[in-house]
C-alpha cells in the first residue's frame, strides 16, 4: 500500500509504525492517538494523525495539534498510550486511561478523562497540517487506595521439600548465535554491556524537558 502526504518512507514508519496506540473511525477518516515508535521520539504535533485509506493508498490527511489549555490555564498533557478511546456523536474524542512505566525514570499514568475537541474551521482543512484543536480535561480520576494487608512470607516447595535458589548468570552476548541460544533453552539471565542506544547520552534534563514539558508528574 502506498502512504501519500509525508516526505518520504522513514518519515511513513516513524508516523504509522506505533506500539501502545488507539485507532478508531472518525467523521469520513480513521484517527490515529499516540503510540510509541522505534528508533525515534512523537513529537506533540505527531501524536494524534488523521488519515484516509482507499484500496491501494493511506493518506495522511492531517496532524492535529490539541492545545493543552482551558481559559488561560495549562491542561496536563495525556500520555497516549495504552488508553482506550471513543468518537462521540459531536465529532469530538475521549480517551480514558494511559500510562507507562521508564525502568529509568519511574512510572506515570493519566489521572484523569480527556476529550479532544476539534475547532469547526479543522474538519474543512484538507491538507497535512497542524489544527487549532484542544484538549478538555474533564475530570480527575483518584485512585483510593485500599486496607493495607502484611504479605505473609512463604518458603517455596517443590513436591513437600524446599526449592532450591538457583542464581541469575550476568552475561555478557558475544554473537547472535548465543542469544538464540539463551532464546531457546528460556532461562532467566540479567544481559551485561550491551547498547541501548543513543538515549544514554542524549536523554539530559534539558533534552527530556523539551520533549514532554515541565506539567507531567512521575512516580517512581
Given at each position: 500500500?502506498?502512504?501519500?502526504?509525508?516526505?518520504?518512507?522513514q518519515i511513513?514508519?516513524?508516523?504509522?509504525?506505533?506500539?501502545?496506540?488507539?485507532?478508531?473511525?472518525?467523521?469520513?477518516?480513521?484517527?490515529?492517538?499516540?503510540?510509541?515508535?522505534?528508533?525515534?521520539?512523537?513529537?506533540?504535533?505527531?501524536?494524534?494523525?488523521?488519515?484516509?485509506?482507499?484500496?491501494?493508498?493511506?493518506?495522511i490527511t492531517?496532524?492535529?495539534?490539541?492545545?493543552?489549555?482551558?481559559?488561560?490555564?495549562?491542561?496536563?498533557?495525556?500520555?497516549?498510550?495504552?488508553?482506550?478511546?471513543?468518537?462521540?456523536?459531536?465529532?469530538?474524542?475521549?480517551?480514558?486511561?494511559?500510562?507507562?512505566?521508564?525502568?529509568?525514570?519511574?512510572?506515570?499514568?493519566?489521572?484523569?478523562?480527556?476529550?479532544?475537541?476539534?475547532?469547526?474551521?479543522?474538519?474543512?482543512?484538507?491538507?497535512?497540517?497542524?489544527?487549532?484543536?484542544?484538549?478538555?480535561?474533564?475530570?480527575?480520576?483518584?485512585?483510593?487506595?485500599?486496607?493495607?494487608?502484611?504479605?505473609?512470607?512463604?518458603?517455596?516447595?517443590?513436591?513437600?521439600?524446599?526449592?532450591?535458589?538457583?542464581?541469575?548468570?550476568?552475561?555478557?552476548?558475544?554473537?547472535?548465535?548465543?542469544?538464540?541460544?539463551?532464546?531457546?533453552?528460556?532461562?532467566?539471565?540479567?544481559?551485561?554491556?550491551?547498547?541501548?542506544?543513543?538515549?544514554?547520552s542524549s536523554?539530559?534534563?534539558?533534552?527530556?524537558?523539551?520533549?514532554?514539558?515541565?506539567?507531567?508528574?512521575?512516580?517512581?
Open positions: 500500500m502506498q502512504v501519500k502526504g509525508v516526505d518520504n518512507e511513513a514508519r516513524w508516523l504509522l509504525g506505533r506500539f501502545g496506540a488507539t485507532c478508531l473511525q472518525h467523521s469520513e477518516g480513521f484517527l490515529l492517538l499516540g503510540g510509541v515508535t522505534r528508533d525515534h521520539l512523537l513529537s506533540r504535533a505527531d501524536e494524534v494523525l488523521s488519515f484516509a485509506v482507499s484500496t491501494d493508498e493511506l493518506i492531517k496532524r492535529v495539534l490539541g492545545q493543552c489549555a482551558q481559559s488561560g490555564v495549562p491542561v496536563p498533557r495525556p500520555l497516549l498510550a495504552g488508553h482506550a478511546a471513543i468518537s462521540l456523536p459531536d465529532g469530538s474524542v475521549t480517551i480514558v486511561g494511559g500510562g507507562a512505566t521508564c525502568f529509568s525514570m519511574g512510572t506515570f499514568w493519566n489521572g484523569g478523562i480527556y476529550t479532544l475537541r476539534f475547532a469547526e474551521s479543522d474538519r474543512n482543512e484538507t491538507a497535512a497540517s497542524q489544527l487549532a484543536s484542544r484538549w478538555t480535561f474533564e475530570r480527575a480520576v483518584d485512585i483510593v487506595p485500599g486496607e493495607q494487608v502484611t504479605p505473609t512470607r512463604t518458603i517455596p516447595q517443590v513436591n513437600g521439600e524446599k526449592a532450591r535458589i538457583t542464581p541469575i548468570p550476568n552475561i555478557k552476548l558475544q554473537s547472535p548465535d548465543e542469544f538464540l541460544k539463551i532464546l531457546r533453552e528460556g532461562r532467566p539471565v540479567v544481559f551485561k554491556g550491551l547498547d541501548l542506544g543513543s538515549c544514554v536523554w539530559t534534563l534539558d533534552y527530556l524537558e523539551s520533549k514532554i514539558g515541565t506539567d507531567r508528574k512521575v512516580r517512581g
